[in-house]
């Protein structure tokens, strides 16, 4: 059991860097008698690989003691909306790799991450993320997109 575990972490600390999220906000929606509450949390974070593309991506995060211990499993509900906040590169855009992960985080304590996937659509010259969680059994079909326009030849 200790080696799978520990096999598991090495994985995992293995896995590519995504862009770090930072907190805007947050609002709780469940009360709690002991610890957190339940609360909707909105974060942002800029694509790591093409400049003047920011998201927001808003998800549950279970409270309670086994969410204070980082024990809980959070919901798979999540929403994204992506913006051009500075002059995107239409170069940069058509070369990235296309599916490609641009943030992940866990939402449980090993097996379940919120993830953000990055396409690129060169008929309408576009950038489409998409949000979802996976699990490593079964993951979650609920999923929510958000598309950036690179620009008009």
Known sequence: MRRSLL?????LMALP???QAEDIGSVGYRFKWLGPNDKIVIEA???PDIAGVTCYISRARTGGIKGALGLAEDPPYASISCHQTGAID????EKAKSP?????????????????VRFYDPRRRALVYL?????IIEGSPQ????VVPVGLR
């Open 17 to 19: 860097l995504a862009a």
């Open 45 to 47: 974070f800029d694509d």
């Open 143 to 146: 999923n929510s997109i958000s």
């Open 100 to 116: 490609h992960e641009v943030f992940s985080e866990r939402a449980s304590l090993i097996f379940k991450t919120t993830q953000v």
């Open 131 to 135: 949000t979802y969680t996976d699990r």
């Open 90 to 93: 239409a170069a940069a855009a």
């Open 7 to 11: 096999l598991s972490l090495l994985t």
